[in-house]
C-alpha cells in the first residue's frame, strides 16, 4: 500500500526561527513527484514545494527548502526565518509519475503555529 | 487565471437529500480530480477526469455518489440518498496534464 505518514499532529516556532517538518512515504514506484500543501483556514490547498524523485538536488523555494532522503523514503520541510503568514495546516504528499496520475495521496497533516 | 472555482462554498442539507456540487477547472486544464476531507484529515481521493472521460474511482466513491464531467469542461458531483457520514469538505483539483494540481476552495457539506 501506498502511504504517507507525518509523525508530528502539532508544532510551533517563534517568529524569524526555523522550524523542520517531517514526512515519510512508502511507495514501490521508482518514478513518482513529492510535495507539501499548506491549507490555511480558508481551507484553499497552496502548493509549498515540488521535487521530483529522480532528482537527487533539494528543492527550494525562497524561505522553505526540503532534504529528500530516497532510500530512507523521507521528505521534511524546512521553513527558515518563520512568520504569522506561515501558520496553516501543512500536508506532505506524493503522486506516481505516470499511470495512474490521479492518485496524490497525502498525510494527515502538520499544525503549524507561528507564534509572535 | 481566475483560478479553480467550486460551488456552493457551504450546503447544509438533511439526512436522506440529494445534494450536487459544481467545479469549473481552469481553462485548458484536461484533468480535474474531486478529492474528499474531513477534520483532520489530509484530502482522500475519490475520482478523476481527463477531459470528459472518468479514468479512476476510489473504492470511497460508492454508489450514491456520482460525478460528471460534459464537454470536458466542468464537473458536478452528485450524492444521493446523504448520509451523516458524507459532512466533509469535498475538493475539487485541476492540472494541465502534469503532476501540478490546482485545488478550489471546496465545498463544505454538513448532513443533519
Known amino acids: 500500500a501506498q502511504t504517507v505518514t507525518q509523525s508530528q499532529p502539532e508544532m510551533s516556532v517563534q517568529e524569524a526561527e526555523t522550524v523542520t517538518l517531517s514526512c515519510t512515504y512508502d511507495?514501490?514506484?521508482?518514478?513518482?513527484?513529492l510535495f507539501w500543501y499548506k491549507q490555511p483556514p480558508s481551507r484553499q490547498m497552496i502548493l509549498v514545494i515540488r521535487?521530483?524523485?529522480?532528482?537527487?538536488q533539494n528543492a527550494t523555494e525562497n524561505r522553505f527548502s526540503v532534504n529528500f532522503q530516497k532510500a530512507a523514503k523521507s521528505f521534511s520541510l524546512k521553513i527558515s526565518d518563520s512568520q504569522l503568514g506561515d501558520t496553516a495546516m501543512y500536508f506532505c504528499a506524493f503522486i506516481n509519475y505516470g499511470g495512474s496520475q490521479g492518485n496524490l495521496i497525502f498525510g494527515k497533516g502538520t499544525k503549524l503555529s507561528v507564534k509572535p | 487565471d481566475t483560478g479553480v472555482s467550486q460551488n456552493p462554498r457551504h450546503k447544509i442539507t438533511k439526512r436522506g437529500q440529494n445534494v450536487t456540487f459544481r467545479c469549473d477547472p481552469i481553462s485548458e486544464h484536461n484533468r480535474l480530480y474531486w478529492y474528499r476531507q474531513t477534520l483532520g484529515q489530509g484530502p482522500e481521493f475519490l475520482t478523476y477526469f481527463q477531459n470528459e472521460a472518468q479514468l479512476e474511482k476510489s473504492r470511497l466513491l460508492s454508489d450514491r455518489f456520482s460525478a460528471e464531467r460534459p464537454k470536458g469542461s466542468f464537473s458536478t458531483l452528485e450524492i444521493q440518498r446523504t448520509e451523516q457520514g458524507d459532512s466533509a469538505m469535498y475538493l475539487c483539483a485541476s492540472s494541465p496534464q502534469s503532476e501540478k494540481l490546482f485545488f478550489g476552495s471546496g465545498t463544505q457539506l454538513s448532513v443533519l
Open positions: 521535487q521530483e524523485a529522480y532528482k537527487q
Open positions: 511507495t514501490s514506484e521508482s518514478n513518482y513527484y
